[in-house]
């Protein structure tokens, strides 16, 4: 049995495809057809979601008990009829109309069930429309019957090591001039509003804040601090799914926890590209299904034979490789291998694994399987 074995890195190619799957989360209207080319903002889908549910107490605004009176007798409106906000749907009058109670829709929608028992009415909300848009300009490779579209783009491609919040398109800044600098608050200013900035070695709380009350779209960082982060976000995000955070910022970490230089090919290949307009999502799984959060600088198709001279060569594992663990308990954290043992390892898990040997940054020695770790390209 070899010792060496293929490892996936983080992706990351001068110029390459990106296919991008916009998918709906019901069944619902394609909007374009193969081939069509679309902007960045192009709506490609849309449907519509069953609005929410409101439980009306009618038998207690009218004030009557439902044990002994069918509340059907009051209602103004049947099931099926469409409601506005503040309309009446039922109403009690007495004495000549000197006792009169009345209970009216909160919402605007469509009354779903009356029941005498209870006493209650079931409204529906209004139907809320979705629709999806482009994420990257390009053009409409597959269409998935009535769920959703593929784009394709030609474009420089990066992937992170986590990050935080949705999908995001402005132009890229630099707000520092090396791969090891740290982006402190000072370096945003009003020039950075609407804008993605790239930073180097860390990102910290202070100016994560100070990016959101500027305006900053997003921001590309090599690394972040555990503490920083979870005050920023405030709870502590663990390694779960990330990407529907609404903190105003999406942020990009390429390197890992903790002060990370960014890898300088990372760094020079997003400086080349200064001033275009990107698209990231800090998207991040890490689990089953990994989703890695990416940057995508949309280019000009030069053809499928600039894309080939372009794409990386994949290594395996040998002694010496640079590495980052991707699972806890040493998440986040780069090394260099140092063993390449041939035997099967018994894990936490109490499955037999191939492991290999490290030493991280931070000098210690570990052990951990092959499988939860990914090559650094450089």
């Known amino acids: ?54 439980m009306l107490k009618v038998a207690n605004d009218l004030q009557v008990d439902p044990e002994f009176n069918d509340i059907t007798r009051y209602m103004t409106k049947k099931e099926g009829d469409p409601v506005k906000a503040d309309e009446i749907i039922a109403e009690y009058k007495a004495l000549f109309g000197l006792i009169h109670y009345k209970s009216v829709s909160p919402i605007n929608g469509v009354i779903e069930s009356i029941s005498n028992e209870s006493g209650q009415v079931v409204i529906r909300g209004d139907e809320i429309p979705v629709e999806i848009n482009s994420y990257i300009p390009g053009t409409c490779s597959f269409v998935r019957g009535d769920e959703g579209v593929d784009i394709r783009c030609c474009a420089a491609y990066i992937q992170g090591i986590f ?29 950075c509003e609407g804008k993605i900035i790239v930073g180097g070695s860390i990102v910290t709380s202070q100016a994560l804040k100070k990016a959101v009350e500027t305006g900053v779209v997003g921001i590309v960082v090599g690394g972040i601090h555990s503490p920083d982060l979870n005050e920023f976000i405030g709870y502590d995000i663990g390694v779960a799914i990330t990407g529907h955070e609404q903190l105003g910022i999406t942020l990009v970490v390429t390197e890992g ?12 290949l997003l400086k080349k590209h200064e001033g275009k307009l990107t698209c990231i999502n800090g998207a991040t799984q890490i689990r089953a299904g990994v989703i890695r959060p990416e940057i995508v600088i949309p280019l000009e198709d030069e053809g499928e034979d600039a894309i080939s001279d372009m794409e990386e060569e994949e290594v395996g ?62």
């Open 257 to 268: 926890f903790g002060s990370m230089r960014m890898a300088q090919k990372t760094f020079d």
């Open 163 to 191: 990050g935080i919040g949705e999908e995001a398109v402005a132009p890229m800044m630099f707000v520092v001039d090396s791969a090891d600098k740290p982006l402190t608050d000072d370096l945003i200013d009003q020039s």
């Open 317 to 378: 594992l040998v002694i010496g490789t640079k590495i980052r663990v991707i699972r806890e308990p040493y998440f986040g954290a780069l090394g260099a291998v140092t063993g390449l043992p041939v035997q099967l390892a018994v894990v936490n898990t109490e499955s037999k694994v191939r492991v290999l040997e490290a030493e991280l940054e931070d000098g210690r020695s570990v052990i951990v399987p092959r499988a939860n770790v990914e090559i650094i390209k450089e």
């Open 1 to 54: 049995m070899s010792s060496q074995a293929y490892t996936p890195g983080l992706e990351r190619k001068e110029r390459t495809y990106v296919t991008k799957s916009r998918i709906l989360p019901l069944a619902g209207e394609v909007l374009i057809k193969i081939g069509s080319v679309t902007d960045w903002h192009t709506k490609v889908a849309r449907t519509f979601v069953p609005g929410d549910v409101e």
